[in-house]
C-alpha cells in the first residue's frame, strides 16, 4: 500500500503549479506551496502513509464537521436547525449573500462559513474558553493526538483579517441566529479554524466517522450515530464547498477541505483518508489532493455510489 500512495502522490505533484495559496489569511501565505502527503487509517486500526504525511498544517473548514456534531449534542437536532439549514448554496463558502437577500435569514448549511459560526456559538460552555477547550479536548480524544495545539501565528493572522466573518456575524446577531456573545463566537471560530494537525490526525478523524462515531482503538462509542450520519451527508452535500457535485461524481465518498489545504474523507465502514496540499484550485480546495482521492477512489473502488 505505501508504494502505491508513493506513486500516487509523486503522479499527482504536478497540479501543484496549477493551484495558489490563499491570500486573505495572510499567514497561510508562508505554507510549503509544493507540499503534498496522504495519510490513511482504516477502521481495523491499520495505517498508511506517503509523501509529505508529516507536515503540518492548520485544520481550517475541516473543523466544521466536528463543531456541528457538538453542538448536536449540546442542543439538539431542532434547536442547531431552527438557526442553520440543510442545503447547499452553490456560491463561495465565504458569501454572505443569501443571508440577506432570501428568508428566512439564516445560514444555508454549517459548511459554510457563516453557519459554522453560528454552529460554533451553540457549543456550550460559559465562555469562548471553555467552548474551545471543550473542541480541542475533542479533537485530541478522536485523533488519538495529546499534543493537538492551535496555531497562535494562524489565530491571529485570522483575527486580524477576519471583517467578512465579522460582518455575517453581526448580522446573524441581529437576525437572531446568533444569541451569544459576537466576539467571543468568532473567537472561538477562529482558534478552531487554527488547530494545527497532519493527515495522520484528520485520517484518525476520518475513520471515527466511517466507523459511525465508535472510536476505532478502544471500541468506545465517543458520538451519537445519528450526528455522524448528519454530519457525513452534509460533507457529500457541502463538505467541498461549490465543488461538492463533482467530487461525489468523480470522487464519490463523504469529504471535507480546508484552505490550509487538507481534506478529511470517511469511507463508511472501510476507512478516513488525510491529504495535504496548500496548492488550492479556485473553489478553496486542495488541488493535487482532489487528485489523490480521484485515483484512490478509482483503483480502490470506494465510491459509495
Known amino acids: 500500500m505505501e508504494n502505491y500512495l508513493q506513486k500516487v502522490v ?44 508529516k507536515y503540518s498544517f492548520t485544520i481550517q473548514s475541516i473543523s466544521k464537521v466536528i463543531s456541528l456534531m457538538l453542538a448536536l449534542k449540546d442542543k439538539g437536532e431542532s434547536y442547531v436547525f431552527s438557526r442553520v439549514g440543510m442545503e447547499p448554496t452553490g456560491d463561495p463558502f465565504n458569501s454572505m449573500v443569501k443571508l440577506e437577500t432570501v428568508r428566512p ?9 457563516a453557519g459554522a459560526i453560528a454552529v460554533s456559538s451553540m457549543i456550550e460552555g460559559n465562555s469562548g474558553e471553555e467552548k474551545i477547550k471543550k473542541l480541542l479536548d475533542f479533537f485530541r480524544k478522536i485523533t488519538h493526538n495529546p499534543e493537538l495545539e492551535i496555531n497562535e501565528d494562524v489565530y491571529l493572522s485570522e483575527k486580524r483579517t477576519g471583517d467578512r466573518n465579522r460582518a455575517m456575524a453581526y448580522f446573524m446577531k441581529d437576525v437572531g441566529v446568533i444569541t451569544e456573545d459576537i466576539e467571543d463566537s468568532l473567537d472561538v471560530y477562529f ?48 463538505g467541498m464547498y461549490n465543488g461538492s457535485g463533482e467530487f461525489a461524481i468523480n470522487v464519490g465518498f463523504p469529504a471535507k477541505s480546508g484552505v490550509g489545504g487538507g481534506i478529511m474523507a470517511a469511507v463508511p465502514g472501510k476507512m478516513g483518508i488525510g491529504v495535504v496540499g496548500p496548492s488550492l484550485d479556485e473553489k478553496g480546495n486542495s488541488i493535487a489532493g482532489l487528485e489523490i482521492l480521484k485515483d484512490l477512489s478509482k483503483n480502490l473502488d470506494l465510491s459509495i455510489f
Open 10 to 53: 509523486e503522479d499527482k505533484r504536478s497540479y501543484i503549479d496549477k493551484g495558489t495559496l490563499p491570500e486573505y489569511i495572510p499567514e497561510l501565505q508562508k505554507a510549503r506551496k509544493d507540499a503534498l502527503g496522504v495519510s490513511i487509517v482504516t477502521i481495523e486500526g491499520d495505517t498508511h502513509h506517503a509523501g509529505d504525511y
Open 105 to 113: 435569514s439564516k445560514p444555508f448549511n454549517p459548511m459554510i462559513n
Open 191 to 238: 482558534r478552531q479554524c487554527s488547530i494545527e494537525v497532519t493527515t495522520k490526525d484528520i485520517a484518525y478523524i476520518g475513520a471515527f466517522l466511517a466507523n459511525n462515531g465508535v472510536d476505532i482503538i478502544t471500541g468506545e462509542r465517543v458520538m451519537e450515530e445519528r450526528f455522524v450520519k448528519i454530519a457525513k451527508t452534509f460533507m457529500v452535500t457541502c
